[in-house]
């Protein structure tokens, strides 16, 4: 009867420390599992803006953050979209419509901003970055939804147009009131408004506390902070062929901006004509397949791209000094690359053979 | 010597096979990403694919049908209803990060991975 009741007892104090045991165990196994867990990972996600695939990607936070912070950029984005868009209506094709007619007249103070942004831009760029130049972008037809498909428009009307030599300096901005002081004026901002409405996107997620992401509007992008512990990394795409020329990881705070040949042309008779017009011959600019431009802010690596494939093989370098980038790789018409010298050490070539670099002098 | 388990030594014998079996899942976990691309319509998630199971999806978009096929691990848009074709134009995506897009009919397709190669593409 006693021994019983003792090796009841005993059997107690062995169920209390298996238990103990048993409890250790489990918070032992709960805390692995927090170490080790998986890092909060990426939240992604892919909206269409700006006539184009808009991706976003946050580094660090999880669907509850993620999910409301590209919701508000989304809607951005299609604010602006509508607003400065050049043929549809709203803001823009309105201004569109007025300035012909030299009168002064009221806009959206939304669009102010661009106005003055375009002005500078196309200063600096000697106005081969021209976003007054919206009556030859239609008469290309690519001022559409549609893309065109030849024939290319007639030389004399394309003459035309190019003698009035619009630019953006014949605007006379007064608070909210426009004019011009040339009738061949017409904007169009599809040069520039993406890198704008990207700047504006990560300023906006800024706002909101995240430090680590990348806003991609069909190739016009920019990253901030890092992807955990490693730089993001960026695919740039082969202007001719498939897959990819080479990757690089940005810095902390970084746009890069690639305009190309092939993102909308036409062809005929064999012909390629493509959308970055030259302001200057009126026709497609010649001699260059890509250019991708480094920069601190995504509007001016946008403008630029536009203004240093225009000034081609010759005058990148000066175009591209003369607008303050960072960084420049040209992909020439023969298959050379130019290249500024800081961008040797960190772009990653994934074509064989390595194409043939020249670099160029430093940029400051 | 030749003590019968107990109820608690089975438990522990179970917590220990949990414990192997998630760090198991914490750090093989991402496997499953490896060799399979997204296709999305407008943005949306329409359906993950195995780059290794050879085949022909038709996705349906606002223009009408993008044909897209699987090969080898590798994936292309072989045929669309846009205008310009330049979805076509770019040929196979293999690399984990790559993306390649109909824009006029809404659909992309992006491989994923584990550890990619890219995090996004400049196009």
Redesign the interface.
Known sequence: MLDKTASVNLAATRCVWRGLVIVSCLLLWLLLLMSCSRPPGVYYEQFMGFGTLIEVKIWGVDEKTGRPAVAAITDDINYMHETWHAWHPGGLSRINELLPTGETFTISPSIIPLIRRGTELAELSGNRFNPAIGQLIKLWGFASDEFPKGPPPAADAIQKLVEQKPVMRDLVLDGVQLKTTNPAVRLDFGAFAKGYAVDLAIEHLKELGITNAIVNAGGNLRTIGKHGERAWRVGIRNPRGEGVLGSVDTFADESIVTSGDYERYFEYQGKRYHHIIDPQSGHPAQGVTSVTVFDSQAVRADAASTAIFVAGVDAWYEVAKAMGVGGVMLVAADGVIHMTPNLKERIYFDIKPIPHIIYSDPLN | MGQKL?A?DR??LV??L??VA??YA??W??SVYGNQAVI?I??KHWRTVDLYEDGIYNVKGPLGVSRLEVHEGRIRFISSPC??K?CI?????Q?S???V?C?PN?I?VRILGPD????????
Not at chain 2, 89 to 93: E, T
Not at chain 2, 116 to 123: H, K, S, Y
Request: aromatic share 10%; charged share 10%.
């Open positions: 107990t608690g438990l522990l917590l220990a949990m414990i998630s760090l914490v750090y976990g991402g999305a407008a943005g205008d310009n330049q134009h770019q040929g196979w995506i690399q990060g790559e993306i897009a824009v809404t992309s990619p190669r890219f995090d996004t593409m400049n196009f």
